[in-house]
């Protein structure tokens, strides 16, 4: 853990750099202010020990952010059960029933196909005559037409009008839950805010950082996404004069790292419809966009770890920078620098 010192020090340089804007965190507005997209999801009340050291809460205070938190996290749950139930219902309709001719048929087709390989596995057993080749590509012929058939099959269904209004549905059905979850975190933020003081306010931004950070960092999917610096850091159990040394490199990384942990999560919402759409109709296209400006997203928060860690290996000392930097290495890199079995074998000799 951070020592105490190290502790105010750094939020007074927070302080410092936020106060000015504290004051429109007070403020409604629009979009829910800074968190209105801190959260995916309920979940909050475990936090309340985050709030009470960040803001340093008083005893009356406490109380009240605890219930906000619990009202919160109670009809988050019941609203996200009732739109799951709903999304849920809307795909199994989607698969029909037992008896579904369209079932039945591609049922059909798969249990032929099945058929059709295991006649042309026998074959090929036969030798390579002439009689046997022919035998050969008549099979393989049939197994391709089953397969553009159960194909044509799989597309005809999945524009059929049925499919496309349970899509349409689960799209509405999600639009709704994500409107709800903004309505829900601008009531909360107005909640909390409000029973604040001027000094806990100019505070929030450097907790509202830690919740971002909390909650979306350790879902990065590429390797050097997901570490946190401050966690690493802590690890170290530096003394406060090496701690205060590396506090920019520190401070810098929370302000990016949280900006673009934001931006990432807010794309992936942002691009629910266009998926959905890119279902409704079979195309690619979009989905590839999607998909290749959320790898992009991903890539920016790695980057901005990996730079972090340059800019703190930087400002260590010799004898502490080598082995920091070689720690967030296999931290954030395990496959490429973890010590192999050869290499363990080799040190335990």
Known sequence: MFTKSFTTVFISQVVALTLVTASSFAQPSSRGGGFSN????????????????????????????????????????????????????????????????????????RTQSRELRDKLDSAKKLGSDTDTTQLQKELSEKIDSIREAIQQQRTDSWQSPERQAAMEEVALLMQDQLRLKHQMKVELEG???????????????????????????QLGRLSGESVDIIGLVEQQNYEDAVLIGILPAI????????????????????????????????????????LKAQSELA??????????????????????????????????????YRTTRVERAYTAA
């Open 38 to 109: 801190m959260m995916g999801g309920g979940g909050m009340t475990p936090d309340i020990q985050k709030f009470s050291e960040a803001l340093d809460l008083s005893g009356d205070q406490l109380v009240i952010v605890e219930q906000i938190l619990r009202d919160y996290d109670e009809s988050f749950r019941e609203a996200s059960d009732a739109s799951q139930e709903g999304i849920g219902s809307s795909f199994r309709s989607m698969r029909g029933s037992d008896d579904d001719p369209e079932r039945q048929r591609r049922n059909e087709l």
């Open 191 to 217: 909640d909390l805010v409000a029973i604040l003081t001027e000094e806990q306010l100019a505070l929030w931004p450097a907790l509202e950082r830690q919740l971002i950070r909390d909650r979306l960092l």
């Open 251 to 290: 401070e810098e990384w929370d302000v990016n790292v949280s900006a673009a942990l934001e931006a990432r999560d807010l794309h992936m919402i942002e691009t629910q419809g266009t998926l959905m759409s890119s279902m409704q109709s079979s195309g690619t296209s979009a989905t590839e966009g999607v």
């Open 299 to 336: 890539e920016a928060v790695r980057d901005i770890n990996d730079n972090a860690v340059e800019s703190i290996s930087l400002l260590l000392p010799a004898d502490k920078s080598t082995l920091f930097n070689n720690e967030a290495k296999l931290k954030g890199y395990p496959r490429i």
